[in-house]
């Protein structure tokens, strides 16, 4: 379980410091998947980097099973836009990332391999991201976070720098993997369309400073041909709605 | 695309023979000698008389060159890792960078001596500080997103250090090396005119002095030769370390 009350945080800017996210408060069950929707600048990124344990100034109170944050006793997995791939290292090296760093592991045992045969990537391990689609690298970048059995997912846009196709195949692929696991899921987007198909629980963000508009029960989460139905339909009305509002 | 470089390499050798050749013919005085002359001495006095020279020069620019990447990439890269002591220190690589070092060859032969000290001192110290800002930028450049995975994973300093610094400003911190070679290679031929018996600057300049052409210019090959063959070293080095780019 997360717990998050009254998150405050302050970027310091030239001149000024800039109020990025205002008394946030949410609770996330473990073993959930909630999105993050809001316009640019809403501070959802910010809101991710104070649960990884990268931004580490802010006021309020932010706890992890009742304890507070901290990367190195926490299984912190993250995906990013831009892969967060290491460009020096090889498929395989780069998958393996998180386990060498919190478990010593120099090399894939069953489960890595069985993680990267269902990405569809193991005969892809002695490549380097350069010789990767995007689609790919994303692949690899969730195999990472998988492998390592995270505690908890932070996702930042994952697959937005994917054209359309490869992106509805990657939620899917996700989806399918994230639920033989059910890690605590943050997924952060900007797509309603996204938020719809993979949040259990949708919160909305304000624009600049981020604040909690609303905190929605999803109906259609993991419905068949969620987008042919008329749920899928209402529901992204009133997300629409409640975005242009703000 | 490898055996396309030697091909190049080969074509450059020959047009720079054949301009010496022409130059040669034209002047016909010993004080250019054919490179066909050149060849045949090099050859028979490789082993007896060059050999020595080449070992000490080769010695002097590796070990000079190892000192200033020991300290040169560590101070770099805490310059690139630490805003602060980048702040502190900056400004002295900047007023020191531009001092000509072979002004201070006078003042550290004064305080080193005459011996291998002060020829490895000057190696260093033109080295250095490209290794230095090379080093400090490469890691300045390194984005901020980088870092973020293995942040939220834990890693520790030596972690963050061993992923992710080391190996992205590997490639910079050698192209660094590559470039200050050059100078290198003729401040060693500097000092080896002084205090010493051994080195290729004392050979060549010993030829010149006995006005033994063929000895001088034979020097002056097989220095350049050792100059491209350590450009190639590194350049080998590059290619195997830096497979990912």
């Known amino acids: ?174 989806l399918n993997i994230w639920k033989q696991h059910s890690v605590t899921t943050v997924f952060v987007t900007h797509s309603v369309d996204e938020a719809l198909y993979l949040g259990s629980k949708i919160v909305v963000f304000s624009s600049s400073p981020g604040r909690v508009l609303e905190i929605i029960d999803n109906p259609c989460f993991q419905m068949e041909n969620l987008r042919l139905q008329d749920e899928y339909h209402s529901m992204s009305m009133r997300l629409r709605k409640i975005l242009i509002k703000d | ?102 002004a201070l060859l006078p003042v550290v032969m004064l305080l080193f001596g005459l011996g291998e000290v002060s020829k490895l001192i000057m190696i260093v110290l033109i080295v250095v500080f490209q290794v230095v800002i090379t080093s400090r930028d490469a890691v300045k450049s390194i984005p901020a997103e980088t870092f973020h995975s293995l942040q939220a994973l834990g890693a520790s300093k030596t972690q963050t250090f061993t992923e992710i610094i080391l190996p992205a400003s590997l490639p910079e911190v050698l192209t660094a090396i590559r470039l200050a070679l050059g100078t290198a290679v003729s401040i060693l031929f500097f000092t080896e005119t002084f205090g010493t018996e051994y080195g290729m600057g004392y050979f060549i300049m010993d030829a010149w002095m006995r006005v033994n052409y063929l000895d001088m210019y034979g020097g002056i090959v097989v220095l350049s030769f050792m100059g491209f063959c350590i450009f190639s070293a590194i350049d080998a080095a590059e290619t195997h370390l830096c497979a990912w780019r």
Do not use: C
């Not at chain 2, 020991?70 to 900056?90: A, E, I, N, Q």
């Open chain 2, 1 to 102: 695309m490898r055996s396309r470089k030697w091909r190049g390499a080969i074509y450059s050798l020959i047009v720079v023979i054949l301009a010496w050749w022409a130059l040669s013919a034209l002047l016909a005085r010993p004080i250019v000698p054919s490179p066909y002359d050149v060849l045949l001495n090099i050859i028979a006095t490789f082993s007896t008389k060059m050999s020595t020279h080449v070992l000490y020069s080769l010695g002097r620019i590796m070990a000079g060159i190892l000192l200033a990447a020991l300290v040169g990439v560590p101070l770099g890269f805490l310059m690139g890792y630490f805003p602060r002591l980048d702040k502190l220190l900056s400004p002295l690589v900047y007023f020191t960078y531009p001092i000509p070092k072979l």
């Open chain 1, 1 to 174: 379980m997360i717990k998050v009350s009254n998150l405050s945080v302050w970027y310091q800017a030239i001149n000024e410091s800039v109020l990025a996210l205002d008394r946030v408060s949410l609770d996330i069950p473990r073993g959930e998947i909630i999105t993050l929707i809001g316009p640019s600048g809403s501070g959802k990124s910010t809101f991710l980097y104070v649960l990884a344990g990268i931004q580490k100034k802010y006021a309020g109170i932010v706890t992890i099973d009742g304890r507070p944050i901290n990367p190195k006793t926490q299984r912190v997995g993250m995906i990013l836009q831009n892969y967060g791939l290491l460009p020096w290292k090889n498929v395989r090296d780069n998958a393996l990332l998180g386990v060498k760093i919190k478990n010593g592991q120099q090399d894939l045992n069953d489960y890595g391999h069985y993680i990267l045969q269902q990405l569809d990537i193991d005969t892809l391990l002695d490549r380097y991201p350069k010789e990767l689609s995007g689609g790919q690298r994303q692949r690899v970048a969730i195999a990472r976070a998988f492998i390592m059995k995270p505690d908890l997912l932070l996702m930042d846009e994952p697959f937005s720098a994917l054209d359309a196709i490869t992106r509805e195949e990657m939620q899917a692929l996700f």
